[in-house]
């Protein structure tokens, strides 16, 4: 959780705000086709933990931990 973190608020990483914005563009547009077209047996919390992300890029100061 803090890597993730740390790509996203990192001052001394000159990519944070890029590593964000890929993120956020990953979970709009691409990470629900992987979803549902992947193995994955328990479909709503994958859909939970991606709305937690979302939130989490929004502002990633407040990211302590998943649940």
């Known amino acids: 959780m803090a890597k993730l973190r740390s790509l996203w608020i990192d001052a001394e990483n000159p990519f944070a705000r890029v590593f ?3 993120s956020k563009e990953y979970l709009r547009k691409h990470c629900l086709g992987y979803i549902f077209n ?4 328990n479909i709503r919390k994958h859909i939970k933990y991606r709305h ?3 939130k989490s890029i929004a ?5 302590t931990h998943m649940k």
């Not at 992947?38 to 047996?41: A, K, L």
């Not at 502002?59 to 990211?63: F, V, Y």
Request: glycine letters at 0%; zero cysteines; aromatic letters at 0%.
């Open 20 to 22: 964000r914005i890929i």
């Open 38 to 41: 992947s193995r994955v047996i």
């Open 52 to 54: 937690i992300i979302e």
């Open 59 to 63: 502002k990633p100061e407040s990211l």
